[in-house]
């Protein structure tokens, strides 16, 4: 296959790295110098470091159309808040697209109470529907991809040529990829993951134990399930990779931003200081206030994610956090997941 990916960030790296041992692949960045550097020392040493490019693998910059001429696949490898700008430049290509980006939009209208971001597929629905197109997702971290250890992705798409172009273009010995037609699920669990690892993050920087964390990410899992659920998802969806699988890794897994955020809080940094250290996108950081607000405006409680947001604000503090969580009254342990409650805790 032909294959270009738009950003050459580590997740985009990481998978142009993969594609690049069995196809044709072009890994495209926005920045020149960047890509210049790329070239020269076949590295990534900003996002990748220490990780040699292969030789097979052509890094671009400048004209993206040029880049991309002739592709079978493209790859949307930035962050939630340029897939708009992405897909409206991809309009009227023949190749099938997918994106990489887990998380929720910025709302567009900032100053409007009744607006919220949206999550990629509704872009994609909103800007170029005509697009073939889907989302490649699932318990990852770049490095580890990059490194060749085994993963497990998910393709999902309403249309069966973009999934098995994804499994095309990756499975292999390392990394398997498994097809979805439940897009909403597969995005859904993206988006929320962040949030909760966030939370787990908090539980994990305040010692308060491994029973704490396990009870946090179980609870975490019914809270993204009843919101999924209330989009249209499908329940099994949450029981599978992009669900509880990517939950689990970014809640306990070192190399996650989005638990090092609840971390950095717990020991009594910033916000800014603990996005400022990052040196990457924590997409749970932008997508938590518009996670809460829709599921407010479903009649969903969150009260993981609202307790994230609660903190993100400054509106308590981390122990507070944890506290109004711990003491709020019980409920059947049933109602949590398998139907979409309008009350619980």
């Not at 999934?163 to 995005?187: C, K, M, T």
């Not at 699988?245 to 897994?253: A, E, I, P």
């Not at 989005?258 to 717990?266: E, F, Q």
Request: aromatic share 4%.
């Amino acid at each position: 296959m032909k294959i270009c990916v738009h950003g050459a960030g580590a997740w985009g790296t990481a998978v142009a790295v993969n594609a690049a041992t069995r196809h044709e692949v072009t890994l495209w960045a926005r920045d020149a110098a960047q890509a210049h550097a790329m070239s020269a020392a076949r590295e990534n040493t900003r996002y990748l470091p220490g990780l040699a490019l292969p030789a097979s693998l052509a890094v671009r910059a400048g004209d993206i159309a040029q880049a991309q001429a002739g592709a079978d696949l493209v790859i949307v490898a930035t962050p939630m808040a340029a897939l708009r700008e992405q897909l409206i430049a991809l309009r009227g290509t023949t190749a099938q697209v997918a994106w990489l980006c887990k998380g929720v939009e910025p709302a567009l209208d900032s100053t409007s109470p009744t607006a919220f971001g949206l999550l990629a597929h509704e872009i994609w629905a909103q800007v170029a529907p005509e697009l073939k197109a889907g989302v490649l997702s699932g318990p990852s971290f770049a490095q580890e991809v990059a490194e060749g250890r085994p993963t497990a992705l998910v393709a999902a798409s309403p249309h069966a040529g973009v999934r098995d172009a994804l499994v095309d273009a990756f499975h292999g010995p390392a990394l398997r990829v498994y097809a979805n037609d439940d897009i909403v699920g597969v995005e859904v669990g993206g988006a929320v993951k962040n949030v909760l690892a966030i939370a787990t993050g908090l539980c994990d920087g305040l010692a308060l134990g491994l029973n704490a964390r396990a009870a946090l990410i179980t609870r975490g899992l019914a809270e993204m399930t009843r919101f999924g659920l209330a989009l249209g998802a499908r329940a099994e969806t949450f029981m599978g990779l992009s669900g509880l699988g990517d939950l689990v890794l970014t809640s306990t897994g070192d190399l996650s931003r989005n638990r090092k955020v609840g971390l950095l809080l717990a020991q009594g940094h910033t916000l800014a200081q603990a996005v400022d250290s990052l040196g990457h996108v924590a997409e749970g950081v932008y997508c938590a206030r518009t996670v809460v607000q829709r599921a407010r405006g479903l009649g969903i409680e969150m009260p993981i994610a609202e307790g994230v947001v609660a903190l993100l604000d400054g509106q308590v503090s981390p122990r507070d956090a944890v506290a109004a969580l711990t003491g709020r009254d019980p409920v059947p342990e049933s109602v949590q997941a398998g139907s979409v409650p309008r009350h619980s805790s």
